[in-house]
């Protein structure tokens, strides 16, 4: 089955602690993208990625880093989280095609105390 | 740079009456344009693109180039179509990064 997917779905954490958010596809599409979900805010890009070894900030990358080492994957890393990224953060993932569509992981709901 | 912009934050009608979905973007080329729906706490998932020209659920929407719009439409709305909507802008080619609307929340009274 076609899909993209993310772990954990869930995590609370506190100030300061690492944390790594994994996203894996098993289309073999060449773009990947992170989004974090706000209330009032939509959907904004954190960083993307047009192919393996190839990244590039989105709208909002202060405080997250990326890899693309591997196709298939593309984690998201927050080297020291703080309570102003608690969010829902969504992996998504389409072929560098005109008009093909973005699919959807099921989302990571995370919260910084 | 291109840019999508939803001018409802918030739409709410009644069963049964139609809805529209209002979505204008800027861009210097030839976009594809995509609508994403979001059903409570799940995942985005496409509702349908300008390319293919397809009705989903009773959802349409057309390309307007003089206006720049996309908007959605469904002549009938029911209470299932209550949801996150959002409009994207992909760029031709696929050479760039796409863009998302801020998205409308749409609500459907019985």
């Known amino acids: 089955e076609a899909q993209v997917t993310q772990n954990p779905r869930y995590l609370i954490t506190v100030t300061g602690k690492k944390l790594t958010v994994t996203c894996s596809q098993n289309?073999?599409?060449?773009?990947m993208s992170w989004y974090r979900q706000d209330p009032g805010l939509g959907l904004r890009q954190i960083y993307y990625?047009?192919?393996?070894?190839?990244?590039d900030k989105g709208d909002v990358p202060e405080g997250y880093k990326v890899s693309r080492k591997e196709k298939r994957n593309f984690p998201l890393i927050l080297e020291s989280p703080s309570p102003n990224q608690t969010s829902l953060y969504f992996c998504a993932s389409n072929r560098l095609a005109g008009g093909s569509p973005q699919y959807f992981g099921p989302g990571t709901r995370l919260t910084v105390l | 740079a291109q840019r999508v912009t939803q001018p409802e934050k918030l739409l709410s009608v009644f069963k049964g009456a139609p809805v529209e979905l209002k979505c204008n973007y800027s861009y210097s080329g030839s976009p594809e344009l995509f609508w994403y729906v979001q059903y409570s706490r799940q995942r985005l998932q496409l509702l349908l693109r300008?390319?293919s020209r397809e009705s989903i659920k009773g959802f349409t929407a057309d390309l307007n180039k003089g206006e720049t719009s996309f908007h959605l439409k469904k002549p009938f709305a029911q209470e299932e179509d209550s949801a996150m909507y959002y409009c994207a802008l992909a760029p031709q080619g696929g050479s760039e990064k796409l863009v998302f609307g801020k998205g409308t929340k749409l609500t459907v009274n019985p």
């Open positions: 300008h390319i």
């Open positions: 990625s047009m192919n393996v070894e190839v990244t």
């Open positions: 289309m073999n599409h060449e773009y």
